[in-house]
């Protein structure tokens, strides 16, 4: 893999790993598309690494021609990582997750073990995330947050305990 070619992946992950940083507290329709885009030439760049390892040039090893393939799947599993870790709050175990969907409004509420909770609320192209501590009882979830929550549209059917 040549430096220019490294260059440029090293940059896409940074882009990538910048807008998933960004979107931690709230979200933005265009940011997926760019996020989308970034996917798909990483996944060009894999083609064409793969292409690469079989044509094998007079004087090349398969040793040589391996490392920029593990280079690519090594930033697409960082890619992964770390959006795992940004979506579950630094890796917390989801213990309720509630959607709601309609053609102008979408609301997502993870509830994590710990009793913490993170609301994300869409209307058009951007949405908020919320968070703070849930109070979980036999029947109700009260949310405690600084911030002033949205009205919350979906029904809570609690799992039994």
Same mark, same amino acid.
């Given at each position: ?16 790993? %910048? ?24 996944? /060009? ?13 007079? %004087? ?6 391996? /490392? ?22 630094? %890796? ?31 209307? %058009? ?37």
């Amino acid at each position: 893999m040549s430096k220019k070619s490294l260059l440029v992946l090293s940059l896409l992950f940074f882009a990538y790993i %910048g807008i998933l940083f960004s979107e931690r507290n709230g979200v933005n329709l265009n940011w997926g598309l760019v996020k989308i885009a970034l996917n798909f030439t990483f996944l /060009v760049a894999m083609i064409y690494y793969l292409y690469g390892f079989f044509k094998l040039s007079p %004087g090349q090893t398969y040793t040589r021609k391996f /490392v920029p393939i593990l280079f690519i799947v090594a930033l697409i599993a960082g890619t992964q990582f770390v959006a795992y870790f940004i979506k579950t709050d630094g %890796g917390k175990t989801i213990f309720i997750r509630k959607e709601y969907q309609s053609p102008k409004q979408k609301q997502l509420l993870l509830i994590f073990r710990d009793s913490s909770f993170k609301l994300l609320n869409i209307e %058009g192209r951007t949405g908020t995330y919320y968070r703070g501590q849930a109070l979980l009882t036999s029947k109700t979830i009260l949310l405690k947050s600084s911030q002033t929550l949205p009205q919350l549209l979906f029904d809570l059917n609690l799992p039994n305990p």
